[in-house]
Every structure is written in structure tokens, then in C-alpha cells.
């Protein structure tokens, strides 16, 4: 006997099995997140995958990997900030090179009490991003153009993926005025610590390879 089920029945499917997909994964690494902040994450994956088709915003295709090596990974900073003793209460907070939002959107997701802007030169990624923000019911403020042409200084600078870290960093540092953190994943050079005066956090969650986060109080 052949068994067919409506299109909405499988879609309805589909949003839990990713719903329990994004809740399991963020409690098993200390994050417990709220119905509407796991919305917004299983909103943001919708958008980012269907966008994805056509704009090729992202290498990553695979949910979990999505959810874990982008969402999960972004939260990696809350660690850091905890660590540290960082108040990001109120503060301004520039995502430089944020590409489809990463780390920034998630940080705002789940921080939510932080003025966060997203620098990115790319236009159909700026598009994205402000697309992006009314879909989620979020406020923050998109600079589309280069970082480099910036003359305006931030709280707290992050920046993931963004090149090689001893070209970037003048350039993070020079938006500063008070932290900057950069995500380098499982790499990391004595020189970064030993010559320029970059400290470390290792953050480590549950089936996740640990990443390393330079950071510096530039003031």
C-alpha cells in the first residue's frame, strides 16, 4: 500500500526535525535557547540555504554542519567574553567581513542587548543581511562598503575567516576602542601571541573540534 502525505505535512516534518536539530545541539555545548531565539535560527538557516541557490553565500549546505560550524561556532565568542569578564551589555559591536552574518547574527540572536554592525563590501551579502534582519525582527545596521574606508571606531571588533591575521589586524585594531577578537578555528602561530601581542581563548564544545580566539584590549 502506498502511503502519501500532504507537501505541508513534510515541511511541518522537517522544521521539527531541524527545531530539535538546533535545540540539542546548542544545549549539549552550555546554550539554552528560548521558542523565539530558536526561531530565528531555524529562520535563518531557511533563508540562508534558500539564498545559497543563486548567491552562493556559503560553502556549507548540510544542516547540521550549518548549525554547528556556522551558528554554534559563532557563540564560541560568548565563551570568551564570559571568560573575560567582557561587558557586552549596550555596546557597539562591528562584525568586519561578515559575509552571510557569521558571527555577528548569531551573537545578536542570542545576545540580543548589543548594537551590532555588520561591515561587509559584497553587495548581494549586504542585500542578504537586511533582507535578513526583518525576517528575523531584528535591528542591526549594515555598512556595505570596505572596511578599510571606515572612519568610525567601535566597543568590540570581531572578525572570522577574514584573511591573513597579520594584514587584518591593523585595520581591526584602527576600529577599536576597546576589544578586538579575531576567530582563527584550529590554527595558531606563536608569532601571533609571541610578537604582537594577541592572548588566546580555546573554546571547545562537545563533538566540535577546539578553536582558538585571538583577542586584544586595544585602548
Same mark, same amino acid.
Not at 556556522?70 to 570568551?80: A, G, I, K, P, Y
Not at 568586519?96 to 559584497?122: C, M, T
Given at each position: 500500500?502506498?502511503?502519501?502525505?500532504?507537501?505541508?505535512?513534510?515541511?511541518?516534518?522537517?522544521?521539527?526535525?531541524?527545531?530539535?536539530?538546533?535545540? %540539542?545541539?546548542?544545549?549539549?555545548?552550555?546554550?539554552?535557547?528560548?521558542?523565539?531565539?530558536?526561531?530565528?535560527?531555524?529562520?535563518?538557516?531557511?533563508?540562508?540555504?534558500?539564498?545559497?541557490?543563486?548567491?552562493?553565500?556559503?560553502?556549507?549546505?548540510?544542516?547540521?554542519?550549518?548549525?554547528?560550524?556556522?551558528?554554534?561556532?559563532?557563540?564560541?565568542?560568548?565563551?570568551?567574553?564570559?571568560?573575560?569578564?567582557?561587558?557586552?551589555?549596550?555596546?557597539?559591536?562591528?562584525?568586519?567581513?561578515?559575509?552571510?552574518?557569521?558571527?555577528?547574527?548569531?551573537?545578536?540572536?542570542?545576545?540580543?542587548?548589543?548594537?551590532?554592525?555588520?561591515?561587509?563590501?559584497?553587495?548581494?551579502?549586504?542585500?542578504?543581511?537586511?533582507?535578513? %534582519?526583518?525576517?528575523?525582527?531584528?535591528?542591526?545596521?549594515?555598512?556595505?562598503?570596505?572596511?578599510?574606508?571606515?572612519?568610525?571606531?567601535?566597543?568590540?571588533?570581531?572578525?572570522?575567516?577574514?584573511?591573513?591575521?597579520?594584514?587584518?589586524?591593523?585595520?581591526?585594531?584602527?576600529?577599536?576602542?576597546?576589544?578586538?577578537?579575531?576567530? %582563527?578555528?584550529?590554527?595558531? %602561530?606563536?608569532?601571533?601571541?609571541?610578537?604582537?601581542?594577541?592572548?588566546?581563548?580555546?573554546?571547545?564544545?562537545?563533538?566540535?573540534?577546539?578553536?582558538?580566539?585571538?583577542?586584544?584590549?586595544?585602548?
Amino acid at each position: 500500500m502506498r502511503v502519501t502525505t500532504p507537501e505541508g505535512s513534510w515541511r511541518g516534518f522537517w522544521k521539527l526535525s531541524v527545531r530539535e536539530l538546533i535545540e %540539542k545541539t546548542f544545549s549539549s555545548a552550555g546554550f539554552e535557547l528560548g521558542e523565539e531565539d530558536v526561531n530565528r535560527f531555524l529562520t535563518y538557516l531557511e533563508e540562508l540555504k534558500r539564498w545559497n541557490r543563486v548567491h552562493n553565500l556559503t560553502a556549507l549546505t548540510d544542516d547540521e554542519d550549518i548549525v554547528k560550524r556556522h551558528f554554534l561556532d559563532s557563540l564560541s565568542l560568548v565563551r570568551c567574553f564570559e571568560e573575560l569578564g567582557v561587558d557586552w551589555r549596550g555596546r557597539t559591536v562591528a562584525d568586519v567581513g561578515s559575509g552571510a552574518g557569521f558571527p555577528g547574527v548569531p551573537l545578536k540572536i542570542y545576545l540580543k542587548d548589543i548594537k551590532l554592525f555588520l561591515i561587509e563590501a559584497v553587495a548581494k551579502k549586504c542585500s542578504f543581511l537586511e533582507y535578513l %534582519k526583518v525576517k528575523l525582527g531584528l535591528d542591526w545596521t549594515v555598512l556595505c562598503e570596505r572596511a578599510e574606508r571606515l572612519d568610525r571606531k567601535f566597543d568590540i571588533v570581531v572578525s572570522r575567516a577574514m584573511g591573513e591575521f597579520e594584514e587584518i589586524i591593523p585595520l581591526l585594531e584602527r576600529l577599536s576602542r576597546g576589544f578586538v577578537f579575531v576567530m %582563527k578555528g584550529r590554527e595558531l %602561530k606563536p608569532e601571533w601571541t609571541e610578537k604582537l601581542g594577541y592572548r588566546t581563548c580555546r573554546v571547545e564544545f562537545r563533538g566540535i573540534p577546539p578553536s582558538y580566539i585571538l583577542w586584544k584590549r586595544v585602548s
